[in-house]
């Protein structure tokens, strides 16, 4: 088992770029989460989807950012036009259907100057 | 949402030493975690605990489920335990076979361990 993989690891941008964060959860998991780690807030909750389908998006800040999961081997994180304040590591988590366990990705660091 | 308070923010010790960290929660909930986020930003789950105690090696948690609060024990701690340490709760609901909820984290616990 890899593991829930993300990619980029890093990504370096300017404002105004648009920035994708890909993941792939654990084969078998049907929730996937996206988080957001910064000093000022802490690990935040962006969205969630369960079996592809989103339950809980009222932790995405602005209509800039938007997330999708195609199929349940992937998952996208979009942010159209970037901000230097949407500098953060973006994490993706995933757990399988009564599991009590969330497994987390490595992480995307983003910074957008 | 469900709030989650950690303490201390902060503990410096030196190795060898033993360390208790607290994790209160305002609601009831059906799920509680322990991670640690290592130097590198690696988010590791510890313990699935929603109550009573386990242990792990040099690291046990006990939760009190009608307390709303949940302790992680770190004895004899090395210089690998240092990062920060998560305390995440969720009152969890199951629709038709699946699991909803969503997890709400604290602000953490910085451990420094010098040698």
């Known amino acids: 088992d890899a593991g829930v993989i993300q990619s980029p690891r890093h990504e370096v941008t300017e404002m105004g770029q648009e920035v994708t964060l890909r993941c792939k959860p654990i084969?078998?998991?049907?929730?996937l989460f996206w988080y957001r780690q910064t000093m000022m807030r802490g690990l935040e909750l962006l969205i969630y989807?369960?079996?592809?389908?989103?339950?809980?998006d009222s932790g995405m800040p602005e209509d800039r950012f938007s997330a999708k999961m195609p199929n349940a081997s992937f998952s996208t994180l979009k942010i159209q036009p970037s901000e230097p304040r949407d500098s953060a590591v973006y994490f993706c988590?995933?757990?399988?259907?009564?599991?009590?366990?969330?497994?987390f990705g490595a992480g995307s660091r983003l910074t957008v100057l | 949402g469900i709030q989650v308070e950690q303490s201390p923010p902060d503990l410096i010790l030196q190795e060898g030493a033993n360390s208790t960290l607290r994790c209160n929660f305002s609601?009831?909930?059906?799920?509680l975690q322990w991670f640690h986020q290592n130097p590198w930003g690696q988010l590791i789950n510890l313990f699935y605990?929603?109550?009573g105690t386990k242990q792990n090696g040099r690291l046990s948690a006990t939760t009190v489920a009608t307390e709303r609060y949940s302790l992680l024990y770190i004895s004899s701690s090395q210089t690998t335990d240092s990062g920060v340490y998560f305390c995440?709760?969720?009152?969890?609901?199951?629709?038709?076979?699946?699991?909803?909820?969503?997890?709400?984290f604290g602000r953490g616990s910085q451990l420094t361990v010098w040698p």
């Open positions: 609601d009831s909930v059906n799920n």
């Open positions: 605990i929603p109550s």
């Open positions: 995440a709760v969720e009152l969890r609901l199951y629709d038709r076979g699946s699991t909803l909820g969503r997890l709400y």
């Open positions: 988590a995933s757990r399988n259907r009564r599991a009590n366990v969330l497994t």
């Open positions: 084969s078998g998991h049907n929730s």
């Open positions: 989807f369960n079996n592809n389908v989103p339950i809980d």
